[in-house]
């Protein structure tokens, strides 16, 4: 998918180029995800904004606050006509596959197929755009690191692992111990919920030297921003082209952006997100 990947990149580019007070993050960072995963899956142009505005819904979440609209239900509900749509008519995407795989006879269910439709959009959209966009803050911060990078675009994969590191866009998950473990001394009876707290993991000095310092030159980088085991991200081939690509472009055409005021985090539970970078680009 690079070319296709490469192309969005450059089209979003040539506007962000001409636009007067553009957002990193809103302009740049959360469209590319969502044009990417969208012609993935089949989700048509025009009902893109409306999916992201729903997976924007859901990463700031507040458990105390009602919605007026529920998100998830505005998801289920969509993905539930669009695959009406390919039951009667094929097109060439991922909704269309899901539809004719076949494991030992069985095809998926309904339930199996709207909930991985779920998975992609949610797990694929504000995961790669908030490494994009933190990335981005990364190195509007560190010139030094910015200039390496444009000078030697060999770097640039080495420096998305640091940026999946050190700001990682998903920061915990939680699990249910299916049995009994101790780990640092502490016990974990089977049954408990537990947070598996990746962006700790990630700063833990025992794993990793002076992990507060941004170092795109980290090697090796054992990070767990992308999980771990069997559920390791699926998405991580994809994720890490975007990211690279992102970066690559955006250091080829606007390599002195200038953050135009100090980006403010987000309230959520388990993202790492900015509430937008706005930004000053410079051809
Ligand atoms: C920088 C971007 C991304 C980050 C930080 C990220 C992070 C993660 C993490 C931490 C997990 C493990 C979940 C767990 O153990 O409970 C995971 C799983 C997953 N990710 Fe990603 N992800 C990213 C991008 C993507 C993309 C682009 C896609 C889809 C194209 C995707 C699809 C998935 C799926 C389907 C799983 C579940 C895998 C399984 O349970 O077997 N992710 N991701």
């Not at 505005?53 to 458990?63: D, E, H, K, M, V």
């Not at 609209?69 to 539930?80: D, V």
């Not at 094929?90 to 709207?114: I, K, N, P, V």
């Not at 135009?260 to 680009?281: C, F, I």
């Amino acid at each position: 998918m690079e070319p296709r990947v490469r192309e969005f990149t450059a089209a979003l580019l040539d506007d962000l180029l001409t636009c007067e007070g553009c957002d990193l993050l809103h302009d740049f960072a959360a469209q590319l995800p969502s044009l990417v995963i969208g012609e993935l899956i089949g989700i048509p142009p025009a009902r893109r904004e409306a999916f992201l505005a729903w997976t924007s819904a859901l990463i700031s979440a507040n458990p105390h606050k009602s919605w007026d609209q529920n998100p998830f239900e505005s998801i289920y509900a969509e993905f539930a006509t669009l695959l009406d749509e390919r039951r009667s008519k094929r097109e060439a995407d991922l909704m269309s596959a899901l539809l004719d795989a076949e494991l030992d006879g069985q095809r998926l269910s309904q339930e199996e197929l709207l909930g991985f439709c779920f998975l992609l959009v949610v797990g694929g959209n504000d995961t790669t755009t908030n490494l994009i966009a933190n990335g981005l803050v990364l190195l509007a911060r560190h010139p030094d690191a910015r200039a390496a990078l444009r000078d030697d675009e060999a770097l640039i994969p080495g420096a998305v692992e640091e940026m999946l590191r050190i700001e990682a866009p998903t920061q915990a998950l939680p699990r249910i111990a299916t049995r009994a473990f101790e780990m640092h001394g502490h016990t974990i009876e089977a049954g408990d919920e537990v947070s598996l707290v990746w962006a700790a993991a990630n700063h833990d000095e025992r794993r990793f030297a002076e992990p507060e310092r941004f170092d795109v030159r980290r090697s090796p980088n054992p990070h767990l921003a992308l999980g771990h085991g069997v559920h390791f991200c699926m998405g991580a081939h994809l994720a890490r082209l975007e990211g690279r690509v992102a970066i690559e472009e955006i250091l080829r055409r606007a390599p002195d952006y200038e953050l135009a005021e100090e980006p403010v985090w987000l309230p959520s539970a388990w993202a790492r997100a900015y509430r937008g970078v706005p930004a000053q680009l410079l051809p």
